[in-house]
């Protein structure tokens, strides 16, 4: 398989590029049009590539996640025009697959690390999805068997995603099974705020909030978000998101976190190496599909992204290629039981990939 050939990660999301599209924000008020809504449009549409690769893996056996299934629509068959069911969701191909196990895995050992660390504090901990899309984790995190309890997940995006999130929610029996029906909350910085309890199980005090808010028109202030305490120790995730956004912008949002919260923790997935032939392949397929990452010009690297970080305030720094990920993360056994789904044959296009994304990871007050 040629590197023009070779699918790319973005198509995982998870944010927000291939979904979890992440730069992710809407328009501030209503509606907008022209060539920004249209832009708008395109990056929205990244997240149903990711909600199709998340299904992928779990069809396949490579993830559980029993939500999935819930935020990808299923596709009428061709020329199709009346009831009944639509075309079997499509699967992806098996270096797709193990990407978004990959990553989702790494992402999930985190996110314990960060609730395990902080659950002696007595506080809610707070996690904070950026341009959050069709992901399901809030989903799974609320049913784990670990039981988690006090967990206050905040979701941000495009005001036309979360409307699509706050209907599912009241009207799919297996999410409404979970979570109350999304009240709304007086919110100045957005159009309207929601919030649902997990009401399965009151006594966790788990609860879900949603911010319809586009991300260029961040407050300077995250906590003046309802239900957002600087008081408690907060994840912030972004999975292929803030390299959606212009450099500036991105970092503004970082830091408006880091100078609030004093306990805070970050884990960024994004794409790296853009100028290496694959790099340039990849930058070129998504200018094919009206797609720009205008952060991957100033962070092109690992160390890069590791001084953003250290930049943005944070104490301690770490990273990951998605490819150390698996082979440093993964278990033997697991790997096995991974390699066993689906015939991989293109192991070094593999390694190249999978070396062009990177998670990184800081944390201030001691929750690395």
């Known amino acids: 398989m040629s590197a023009p050939s070779i699918p790319n990660l973005l198509s995982l999301r998870g944010s927000r590029g291939g979904s979890r599209g992440r730069g992710r924000g809407g328009s501030h008020r209503g509606s907008s049009s022209g060539p920004s809504a249209s832009h708008d449009t395109t990056i929205q549409g990244t ?71 902080t659950f002696s504090t007595g506080k809610p901990r707070q996690i904070v999805s950026l341009g959050a899309g069709t992901d ?8 784990s068997s670990q039981k988690h309890q006090n ?24 999410l409404n099974g979970i979570l109350s029906p999304p009240m709304p909350l007086p919110n100045p910085a957005t159009n309207q ?11 966790t005090g788990n609860t879900l909030t949603l911010h319809p808010l586009d991300l260029r028109f961040f ?17 912030l995730l972004s999975e292929c998101c803030l390299c959606y956004l212009p450099p ?9 976190f880091t100078s609030c919260f004093p306990s805070l923790g970050l884990v960024i997935y ?5 100028g290496d032939a694959f790099g340039r392949m990849m930058i ?14 100033v962070y092109q690297t690992q160390e890069d992204q590791e001084r953003r970080l250290l930049e943005a305030g944070f104490r301690e720094v770490r990273s990951r290629t998605v490819d150390q990920i698996w082979e440093e993360w993964v278990g033997e056994g697991e790997r096995e039981r991974v390699d066993g789904l689906e015939r991989l044959d293109e192991v070094e296009e593999w390694k190249l990939l999978a070396g062009h994304y990177v998670i990184v990871w800081g944390w201030n007050e001691g929750e690395g």
């Open 193 to 203: 705020s929601y919030v649902s309890k997990q009401h399965a199980n009151p006594k």
């Open 248 to 256: 500036s912008t991105a970092s503004d949002i970082i830091t408006s």
């Open 151 to 174: 967990i206050h997940y905040h979701e941000i995006d495009f005001p036309v995603i979360i409307s699509k999130k706050n209907t599912l929610i009241r009207t799919v029996p297996a």
């Open 47 to 117: 997240d149903t590539d990711a909600a199709v690769s998340r299904l992928s893996a779990v069809e396949l056996g490579y993830l559980i996640d029993p939500f999935a299934s819930y935020f990808v629509a299923p596709s009428p068959p061709p020329f199709y025009s009346g009831p009944g069911p639509g075309l079997p969701t499509p699967r992806r191909l098996p270096i797709i697959n193990r990407g978004t196990y990959t990553r989702t895995t790494a992402i999930d050992i985190l996110i314990h690390h960060f609730l395990s660390s």
């Open 270 to 274: 994004e794409p790296i190496l853009p």
């Open 136 to 143: 399901t984790r809030c989903f799974r995190l609320f049913t």
């Open 284 to 297: 070129s397929n998504l200018a094919a599909r009206g797609v720009t990452m205008p952060t991957l010009a």
């Open 219 to 235: 407050p300077s202030s995250p906590s003046s978000l309802p239900g957002l305490s600087q008081e408690c120790p907060t994840l």
